[in-house]
């Protein structure tokens, strides 16, 4: 699994978050939350979706805390709406790797990227920013093994 190194620009998310780990794992419920608002977001950049969260992931296990978003890209001029937040995706490099299958493979393809990818690349994950999956109409639901996402890693040289 080789993965493109992009540049990302900065981007100006809106949506919603909440504070889980992987043991209290929340991300459905603010998902449930999330995707029947999105509609009402007029000025999207794209139609797919952001999960992000931030964390370290030299010092990550399963009872770590941490925060994740149920987002989308929008137009910097867009209203913020009554119960979302916005959030400064910052600039930088990313590595981002393509994945089919599903929750339980997302678990694996992870440890691929932390365990043996990232070791043995020339780059280092940046824990300063934020890692994301991107999912649009090639997203199918987590138990489908036909899903595809985009999992978007911040690095450094």
């Known amino acids: 699994m080789t993965p493109r190194i992009i540049t990302l620009h900065e981007k100006k998310m809106l949506g919603m978050r909440l504070e889980m780990s992987l043991v209290d794992n929340r991300t459905g419920e603010?998902?449930?939350?999330?995707?029947?608002?999105?509609?009402?977001?007029s000025d999207t950049i794209s139609d797919g979706v952001y999960a992000l969260q931030q964390y370290d992931f030299k010092s990550f296990n399963p009872h770590t805390v941490f925060e994740k978003w149920a987002c989308v890209e929008i137009d910097p001029a867009q209203p913020i709406l009554d119960g979302m937040e916005t959030f400064q995706l910052k600039s930088g490099l990313y590595a981002v790797f393509n994945h089919k299958g599903t929750t339980k493979e997302f678990i694996k393809t992870m440890g691929f990227i932390t365990q043996i990818w990232a070791p043995k690349s020339a780059y280092q994950i940046d824990n300063s920013r934020p890692?994301?999956?991107?999912?649009?109409?090639?997203?199918?639901?987590?138990?489908?093994p036909l899903s595809e996402e985009e999992i978007w890693i911040p690095i450094k040289k």
């Not at 890692?131 to 138990?143: A, S």
């Open 30 to 41: 603010l998902f449930q939350k999330f995707m029947p608002r999105k509609k009402e977001i």
């Open 131 to 144: 890692h994301f999956e991107y999912l649009d109409h090639r997203y199918l639901g987590p138990n489908n």
